[in-house]
C-alpha cells in the first residue's frame, strides 16, 4: 500500500471512530464541567490528540476507553486553567467560590464531591458513564481487579458521605421547625 | 437511609446531568462533522514541513528531549517491584506512550506482555525485545526496545529482586479466579465470603481477611477484588454478567 492508501485507510479509520464516539466524549466533559461549550473543546482536543497517536487499528472494544483516557488527560488541563482563571476573579471580587456550574443532583452529588478525587472519577465512570470494569479500569490505567476494589471503596465512602449529609439535613430541618413552633 | 439499602449508587445514577447518549444520536452531527474536517485537513497541511521554522519546532523539543535523556543516563536507577500483580505493558519506549495494564501471570512481567504483541491489540507480529523497568508506583513497566534497556533513557529504574508476585499471592489469585469462572455468571455472594475464606487458608497466606462490600436491589452476584497492601480479599457484589 502506498504513502496516499495508507491515508486514506487511516483517515477511513478515524472517522468511523469519531462518529461512533464523539458525542460520547462531549457528554463525558459536560458531566464534568458544566458546560457544553468547554465539553466541545475539550471533544474537539481529544480527537485531534487521537488523530496524532493513532498508528494503526484499534479494536473497537478498546476506542472508547482510550479516548476517555485522552480526554480525562485534557479536562486536567482545563481544570488548572480555570482554576488559575478563578483564583484572579475571587481576588478581585474577594468572595466565595460559587457552586460548580450546571450540575444540581441534591444530596447525593454534594456527597459525590466530598469524595478522594480518583474515588469521584470511578463512581462517575460506572454510575454516568456506564463503563463495565474492564474499560473503566482502561480509562484509569488500571487493571480490573485493582479498578473493581477501589470502585467497591469509593461506594462505601459515598455511603458514608451521604448517611452524614442526609443526618445532618434532618438535624437542620428539626431546628427549623423547632424554631417556627417556639415563634408561635 | 439510602434507598432500598442501597449505598447511593442507583440515587447517583439518577443524578447524571447528561442523560446518557442514545444511539440515535451517535453519528453525524453537524458540529461534530466541523471538527472532523478540520483535524485531518490540519493535520494533512503539518505533515508538509516545508519551511524552516516548522522544521525548527520539531527540533527544538528534539533537543531538550535528547538533553533531558542524556541527564537521566547518568543516575543508574534500580528499585523493587512493589506492585507485582499488575504489569504496564507500553507499546513504545517513548514516555506517555500507550500502555496496557495487564494482571501478571506470575512469571516474569515480560510473560504478561507477550500475548498483547501477538495476537492483538498492540500488534500481530510478535513483540520486538521486552525490557522490564520499574514505575514510580512500583509497578512494573515492560516496553520495548530495539536498542538495549530503556530504563535510564526514560528516567525509570531497573528492577531489583524478584519481580514475579509471591508463589502464595499467585495461588490465591488463581484460586479466586477459577471460583469465579465455575459459578458460570453468578457467584452467590454468601457463598464467595466462604469460598473467599477457604482460598486464603489453602493459599497458607497469613493475616488476611474477607470484606463483603454493599448489596443493591440488582446486585445479587459476586466478584473478587485482591487488595496485596491491606491484604484484603474484596467479595464485590456486581449485577449478574
Known sequence: MGDEGARAARVELFTRMFRAHYELVVAYAERRTGSREDAEDIAAATFAAAWRRLDGALAEELQRSWLLSIARGNLANHHRGRRRRRLLIYRALADRPPAAPGVDGGLIVAALDRLRPLEQEILRLAAWEGLPPVEGAAVLGLTVNAYNVRLHRARRSLRAAYEDLQEQAQGSRGDTSRAQGGEQ | ?241
Not at chain 2, 60 to 71: D, F, G, I, Q, R
Not at chain 2, 214 to 223: E, M, W
Open chain 2, 1 to 241: 437511609m439510602t434507598s432500598e439499602g442501597g449505598d447511593g449508587f442507583e440515587e447517583l445514577r439518577r443524578a447524571n446531568p447528561v442523560p446518557p447518549v442514545s444511539v440515535a444520536e451517535l453519528g453525524r452531527s453537524a458540529r461534530g462533522e466541523g471538527v472532523l474536517r478540520n483535524i485531518i485537513e490540519t493535520e494533512t497541511a503539518s505533515v508538509r514541513p516545508s519551511r524552516w521554522w516548522r522544521k525548527r519546532r520539531v527540533l527544538v523539543p528534539a533537543v531538550l528531549t535528547v538533553a533531558l535523556a542524556s541527564a537521566a543516563a547518568g543516575y543508574e536507577l534500580s528499585r523493587p517491584v512493589r506492585r507485582p500483580l499488575e504489569v504496564a505493558c507500553y507499546t513504545k519506549a517513548r514516555t506517555g506512550a500507550l500502555a496496557f495494564v495487564v494482571s501478571s501471570t506470575g512469571g516474569p512481567p515480560a510473560a504478561a506482555c507477550r500475548p498483547l504483541w501477538r495476537s492483538g491489540p498492540i500488534s500481530h507480529q510478535g513483540p520486538p525485545p521486552l525490557f522490564t523497568c520499574v514505575l514510580a508506583s512500583g509497578a512494573p513497566a515492560v516496553i520495548p526496545s530495539e536498542t538495549g534497556s530503556p530504563c535510564a533513557r526514560l528516567g525509570l529504574a531497573k528492577p531489583v529482586g524478584p519481580s514475579a508476585p509471591p508463589a502464595s499471592l499467585e495461588v490465591l489469585q488463581r484460586l479466586l479466579r477459577a471460583d469465579e469462572l465455575r459459578a458460570e455468571g453468578c457467584l452467590g455472594i454468601t457463598t464467595a465470603r466462604v469460598d473467599a475464606e477457604k482460598a486464603i487458608a489453602a493459599s497458607g497466606l497469613r493475616h488476611w481477611h474477607v470484606e463483603v462490600g454493599a448489596r443493591g436491589p440488582t446486585l445479587h452476584c459476586a466478584g473478587y477484588g485482591l487488595d496485596p497492601v491491606g491484604r484484603v480479599v474484596h467479595v464485590i457484589a456486581q449485577p449478574r454478567t
